[in-house]
């Protein structure tokens, strides 16, 4: 099957699903959103678009998600999805890497830069979610908060889901561990591109410039779309995402 992705083994027994296109460096790495996957339009405009150009480029499905293995119940939290981002750096490419990372990838996309910063070029967020388990707990409200905290889980309705999301106790208080904007600056140094649309119901646009405000790095910049929506996957917005790539490129020397 030509379109069917490699598996990257785990310790535990556990794979994580990708698909790699060597090429020179800087290679891009692309981190999906909560509950998304890297089938999705943003990871294959990027893939293309590196392919066209000769730059490596890889995407993959974190634990419980898409192609991975692991149930999200079991696996889903924020510091193992940075496990899963690391060892896809670590094992399958080679030299600096731009990191792009969408909504929730936003939060993983900062904390692979903290966690091997001699390897990240730069980065580009697209309305990016860091801490986002803060608000999300706020909008369970108290019955939902009271279900979550006895049964361990509880499922709410998504626009993107007709089934619901599942929300864990694990998530929100690994989450609350993993928070970066709490803490004073956010020791990240490389160039950085934010990308966030105006529109966008799930991540307030002012978060972006919030994360902006938390970077230690002073080559940082934001592309506010008025009319964008969360998802930013319009051809305008594919755009603008290919354009950022094709800038930070050049920015860190590629």
């Not at 830069?113 to 608000?135: E, N, S, V």
């Not at 080559?219 to 354009?243: C, F, M, N, Q, W």
């Amino acid at each position: 099957m030509p379109n069917a992705p490699k598996e990257l083994s785990r310790p535990d027994g556990e794979s994580i699903a990708y698909h790699h296109t060597t090429g020179k460096a800087p290679g891009i790495i692309f981190c999906g959103g909560f509950m998304s996957d890297m089938g999705g339009t943003k990871a294959l405009a990027l893939e293309e678009h590196c392919q066209a150009n000769g730059l490596g480029f890889v995407r993959f499905d974190y634990l419980g998600h898409g192609e991975s293995s692991g149930s999200f119940a079991d696996k889903g939290c924020i510091s193992r999805w940075t496990e899963d981002a690391v060892a896809i750096l670590d094992e399958l490419t080679m030299g600096p890497q731009i990191v792009v990372g969408s909504s929730m990838g936003g939060w993983v996309m900062l904390r692979l830069a903290l966690a091997r910063p001699a390897r990240i070029a730069g980065l580009i967020g697209i309305a990016p979610a860091p801490d986002f388990t803060t608000w999300m707990w706020e909008e369970l409200g108290t019955a939902n908060q009271q279900t979550l905290m006895a049964d361990g889980l509880v499922r709410v309705p998504s626009e993107y889901d007709p089934e619901g999301y599942v929300i864990t106790r694990k998530l929100i208080e690994d989450g609350r561990a993993c928070h970066l904007l709490d803490d004073g600056p956010v020791g990240i140094d490389v160039p950085v591109r934010l990308l966030h649309g105006m529109a966008d119901p799930d991540v307030p646009w002012r978060h972006s410039l919030r994360i902006a405000e938390a970077l230690r790095s002073t080559d940082v910049r934001i592309h506010y779309v008025k009319a964008g929506d969360h998802r930013l996957s319009e051809p305008g917005d594919l755009d603008l995402l290919r354009a950022t790539v094709d800038e930070l490129v050049q920015t860190v020397g590629g």
